[in-house]
């Protein structure tokens, strides 16, 4: 008999397994197309476990930005600067196995921090932090971040139109 | 609430978020070509992210800051996915080529 708990537990290992599975295809695939899939496999993923960390606004927000606008655009900019796969630049049979283990180290130092360290939970918390507890924080607390968010996205909007129509003419 | 769940753990939370770090990090440094490189730093911030999210969850006093931590980095990646395509773009204009390894004219 499978009680709700295991359940849930499962549907927590297979959102992280299609995490960790998204990356390595998002960094592995040999054609760029397979390589924003598997972006958004991954943050798919990671959607779901936003879930699981009690904020479903944050997790649709990440379908929205990540799967929904940010991999489109990275399709839209595969398609009009393809790369010809046999036409690679000979490159350092070894920096393959430098980077790798250079990630090696960084994953075992910050996960290994990670396990390690003691936290100490908060006593108490000052609210519960539900949707509109955020939308409270934004407008009140954080409400100048809030309007220099929007500068600096009306600013990269204007500086990516300006960058992409230079030299248009060639 | 029963905290020996397995999505009850601080720490499997933070092993995931540095395992993404990490995959990013080595798609960055071995990335062939400018797209997929961006596509790594993309993994990095998600990657910083989940450990926000995570202390949030179970260490933070004020459960909104990390969240709305989390949708400001989101903003910050879609502006710099716009600009960083855009470059790549004007690039790809000039040099018929978005390979890292051809990008050469600025070296002695």
């Known amino acids: 008999m499978i009680s709700a708990d295991s359940l849930t537990e499962l549907v927590f290992l297979v959102l992280a397994g299609i995490t960790v599975l998204g990356a390595l295809i998002a960094t592995n695939a040999k054609r760029l197309i397979r390589a924003v899939s598997g972006l958004a496999v991954c943050l798919i993923g990671v959607a779901g476990l936003y879930y699981f960390l009690h904020s479903p606004f944050v997790a ?19 398609m009009m600067a393809e790369p010809f796969p046999e036409r690679h630049a000979k490159i350092s049979p070894l920096s393959g196995y430098l980077s790798f283990a250079v990630a090696i180290l960084v994953f075992v130092g910050v996960a290994g921090l990670g396990v390690k360290t003691a936290w100490k939970a908060a006593g108490s918390t000052v609210n519960s932090g539900a949707l509109i507890e955020v939308g409270k924080s934004l407008l009140t607390t954080n409400s100048m971040v809030f309007e220099l968010i929007s500068i600096v996205l009306l600013l990269a909007i204007i500086g990516s139109v300006a960058l992409a129509r230079a030299g248009r003419e060639k | 609430m029963n905290s020996q769940l397995l999505y009850n753990s601080l720490e499997l939370y933070l092993v995931i978020g540095a395992l993404l770090f990490a995959i990013g990090f080595y798609g960055i440094l071995s990335g062939r070509t400018f797209i997929s490189m961006l596509i790594s730093s993309e993994l990095v911030l998600s990657g910083a992210s989940i450990n926000f999210m995570a202390f949030n969850r179970f260490l933070a006093p004020d459960p909104t800051v990390g969240q709305i931590f989390t949708l400001f980095i989101m903003a910050i990646a879609a502006a710099e996915a716009a600009i960083a395509l855009s470059i790549i773009i004007a690039v790809y204009r000039n040099y018929k080529s978005i390979d890292t390894d051809e990008m050469v004219e600025l070296k002695g």
């Open chain 1, 60 to 78: 649709l927000m990440e379908m929205l930005i990540y799967v929904g606008a940010v991999c489109v655009t990275i399709v839209f900019a595969v």
